[in-house]
């Protein structure tokens, strides 16, 4: 069908509609993915808004929707950590390809000062987003409390500090894969397993840590004695490791609740002249594919899926916007150990 030629002009929806010989009405449903469309009238709508170089009003059609289909991912964390640690990367990356999936866009939010915070609190109560993914773990972080109130569907990355009631959020089971990384060690017939731990004020690590201590039956003096805190970095491990080296020089084996730490113990490890595995074994935690493949020895390290959970979270966020029903408000993904030569 032909369609006025309106020389410099925009084009409208009205435009997009004779073009593809359907209503105004059937157009807009085709722009706003109704399932209330034929698949003959989606086909030839979208061509006319190709052929056209149509370009919706974003801002009107927000209005109408209440929708902005953008969903914030927000991390409270210091800057170079988000960038030193390959982690956060993965859970970036994932998190814009799964969105891009859904038609959203994702808008990163990094936030650790107060500033930062009351910036990130008007933002997200401001209507520019229709939903958050956050990640809060550290114990008295303001944003968790900001998060809760907000007033619309948040879901958290990892267990965040203070009561569940009425969150969701979806974990990785830190204690089964501290438990699971311990008890391999043990059954190699490994008799004095240590442990770099993460920081005492993230929830992963403790659960880490609880995983350790349940496989060794350690008591606290033993505790305080066969782990150290390496703060989830390659330095703080080496510094860790250095530190059990001393307090306990017969130990044979290592639980490095990350694998940015179990390349520092390595580090450490090989500097005291100790050998990997014949010496000391080691295995650590994430199973980052550009980290633990390429150490030497290759490192054996409890796998959490990254990809997964972000993929679990955005189908949670993404429910709770359309009001959908959400079946587990908390979902706990399951841990396995990767073995390689380092155990």
């Known amino acids: 069908m032909a369609v006025p030629s309106r020389q410099g002009a925009r084009p409208t929806l009205e435009d997009v509609a004779a073009r593809a010989g359907v209503s105004r009405a059937t157009a807009s449903r085709v722009l706003n993915s109704s399932p209330r469309v034929s698949a003959a009238a989606q086909d030839a709508v979208n061509s006319a808004m190709h052929d056209l170089g149509y370009q919706p009003n974003l801002a009107a059609r927000t209005l109408v929707t209440r929708r902005t289909d953008a969903v914030a991912v927000v991390f409270s964390e210091p800057e170079p950590k988000i960038f030193d640690d390959p982690h956060f990367s993965r859970l970036i990356r994932a998190g814009a390809r799964a969105l891009a999936e859904a038609n959203a866009q994702m808008v990163l939010m990094l936030v650790h000062s ?8 008007r933002f997200l109560a401001g209507g520019h987003v229709d939903g958050a993914l956050v990640f809060a773990p550290h114990q008295g972080d303001q944003l968790s409390a900001v998060a809760r109130k907000l007033a619309l569907p948040v879901v958290f990355g990892g267990r965040p500090w203070g009561s569940l009631r009425g969150l969701h959020l979806v974990d990785n089971d830190n204690e089964g894969g501290g438990r699971a990384a311990t008890a391999h060690l043990l059954g190699l017939g490994r ?80 500097r005291a002249g100790r050998r990997v595995p014949e010496d000391v074994a080691v295995v650590g935690f994430d199973d980052h594919p550009m980290i633990a493949p390429h150490t030497d020895p290759p490192l054996s390290s409890i796998r959490q899926d990254a990809e997964n959970q972000v993929r679990h979270m955005i189908r949670q966020v993404l429910s709770l916007r359309d009001g959908e029903p959400v079946r587990a408000k908390r979902e706990v993904l399951p841990t396995v150990l990767v073995r390689r030569a380092s155990s």
């Open 191 to 270: 008799r004095v397993v240590a442990s770099v731990t993460g920081p005492a004020d993230e929830l992963s690590a403790t659960d880490r840590l609880a995983g350790w201590r349940a496989a060794t039956g350690a008591d606290d003096a033993r505790t305080a004695r066969l782990t150290e805190n390496g703060g989830y970095t390659r330095e703080g491990g080496a510094r860790a490791m250095t530190e059990l080296l001393a307090r306990a020089p017969e130990l044979d084996a290592v639980f490095a609740a990350s694998d940015l730490m179990a390349v520092g113990a390595l580090d450490a490890l090989r």
């Open 114 to 121: 107060p500033e930062d915070q009351a910036r990130a609190q």
